[in-house]
Nanobody, 124 residues
Framework: QVQLVESGGGLVQAGGSLRLSCAAS????????MGWFRQAPGKEREFVAA????????YYAESVKGRFTISRDNAKNAVYLQMNSLKPEDTAAYYC?????????????????WGQGTQVTVSS
């Protein structure tokens, strides 16, 4: 099993920045592909960004391209999400996810491990 713990969420004004972190522990060999998803109240969980083990494959949702950056530090078993130019519509609970598959994908159901989430609230 892989345990994932997110941190770094909070309240920020529109235009501000936050950096989310996700620490993996346990069977980290099952955290080959790492992703970030978010879920706003009353909405389905949606893909935000994902990164392969080497960092050679990275995908972003269109809504965050150019504003968010995903990165990872395998030595620390950690993945990060730098969020700049935040908008009120970015408000959601953000979840870290991990998969033992080698291909990066955007479908939540293909990730087998999830964190508890961290809340991001962007005020206008």
């Amino acid at each position: 099993q892989v345990q994932l713990v997110e941190s770094g969420g909070g309240l920020v004004q529109a235009g501000g920045s936050l950096r989310l972190s996700c620490a993996a522990s346990g069977r980290t060999s099952s955290a080959y592909v790492m992703g970030w998803f978010r879920q706003a109240p009353g909405k389905e969980r949606e893909f935000v960004a994902a990164i392969s083990w080497t960092g050679g494959s990275i995908y972003y949702a269109e809504s965050v391209k150019g504003r968010f950056t995903i990165s990872r530090d395998n030595a620390k078993n950690a993945v990060y999400l730098q969020m700049n130019s935040l908008k009120p519509e970015d408000t959601a609970a953000y979840y870290c996810a991990a998969s033992g598959r080698s291909t990066v994908f955007t479908t939540p159901g293909l990730y087998g491990h999830w964190g508890q989430g961290t809340q991001v609230t962007v005020s206008s």
